[in-house]
């Protein structure tokens, strides 16, 4: 089970969805009044610097997130 700290609790205990960059969760921020809901993403332990390849697939998927 992820630990998100103190300012994000989990929703549910299941994944909302797995592949093979890591899991992903829904989320409340217990710092918003509204407590707002989000999804976090646990990556797999493969190690991330910003000149791999995988740094770029994340950064995409981010951006298709947003839009």
Not at 1 to 28: H, I
């Amino acid at each position: 089970m992820p630990d998100f700290g103190s300012r994000w609790t989990l929703v549910n205990k299941e994944p909302l969805g797995k592949g093979g960059q890591g899991q992903t969760f829904l989320v409340a921020d217990a710092q918003a009044p509204s407590g707002s809901r989000f999804v976090a993403k646990v990556l797999n332990g493969a190690k991330l610097t910003q000149q791999s390849a995988r740094w770029k697939r994340i950064e995409e998927e981010i951006e298709i997130s947003r839009s």
